[in-house]
């Protein structure tokens, strides 16, 4: 049976303000209700200012890099109007497309719109937090060319990866909110909500597409309807039968007039495109010379590369990328972090690097240095601590300086103090630097007196 999926992803755009008012757009850190105005609380009768150009250069560079064609047309501003405690006004604005006919591995991007993030309803304790109210998100509507939940995990990875390296977009995570089409053998559509990562997105289907079929075998017709997905039980329960457009009476924002994206707009933010996932993994082929397997681990994140390409001014690239791809990534996944999160400095690699190259640390070595950096310590307070010799091996060279050294024991014992220092600068010789030169004084004198 023929299956068609198909994606609307809303993600965050990273302005800093929201899309019609000056209120800050990044409201992590402010207490509920406090990163409001009278605009994104949706008084009466206060008006939107224009749109926020940020985040229309935004939506133009992620048109860009999923290949849309940018509309030339004026774009209207639309009020989608329906009653839910987290929109104010009783209306969400949402712009035309602003680009379209775009594409991205394959799958056709039929759309990308501006829109305006509703607050936070809590259905729980019938709280609202107002605080997200008129953040900018960009909106993409994908065609239904997506065939299996695998195809679809992999397509949102790739989705998500062009949207970090497009600069434009939040990188905290968890801003990220994915409705989902799906429908069997031209049956009805039915659209999942509520879906906000890549694993709850391939859970979803998965029971989405096996509830589908089961009805469809016992000869039952698939309702068009909107599911919620239950991210603790890993089902969709049906929220309601599906809206039809005419339902959310969509007019032209009467107090905003229409968005115009010139041609030379255009241009200038196509010149500055950040380089995209694929372009960068070809380069790094080219100019690092090293495989494919190897780049495609590093360029996974626009952070994590920029990173690589630092390190390799100091260190020769070939071992650099396997530290990358084979520590580094292990490292990040048993945390479950992303090089973003981790806290991880260009120096803190280099330091490492240099250490094994040196015979100084060995590759398992340099992967406890990683997870400990990871966890808040600098590589090289680490290297310092691992590198000093112990007791036992302190002693055995002390013996060892006293031994080769009869000279300097002799005249230490008749009386010059200097020799002692000879013998420690030994001890320093034999420990390649690695003792505590003042514990190495205190055993000599021991063992000598
Ligand atoms: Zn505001």
Redesign the pocket.
Known sequence: MKVRIGFEIHEQLATR??L????PADYRDAEPNT???????GMPGAKPMGVNAEAVEGAVAIALMLNCEIVQEPVYILRKHYDYPDLPSGYQRTSMPIGRNGELAGVGIWEVHLEEDPGKYDPVTGKVDYNR??VPLVEIVTAPDITSPEEARAFMRELVKVLQYSRRVRREGGTMRVDVNVSIEDGARVEIKNINSIRGLYRALKFEITRQKNLRRRGKAVRRETRAYIEEQMITRSMRTKETAEDYRYIPDPDLPPLRITPELVERIRRELPEAPHQKLARFVEQYRISRDDAWAITSEPEMADAFEQVCTQVEPARAAAFFRHIIKKTLNYHNLSFAESGIRVEDIVQVLRAISEGRLSQQAGELVMRRVVEGERAAEVLREMSRVDEQSLVSAVEQAIHQNPGAVEDYRRGKQEAINYLVGQVMRITKGRADAARALELLRERLS
Do not use: P
């Open positions: 303000t929201k019609f008012c000056t209120s990163n409001v105005c009278e605009i994104c609380l109210s008129g």
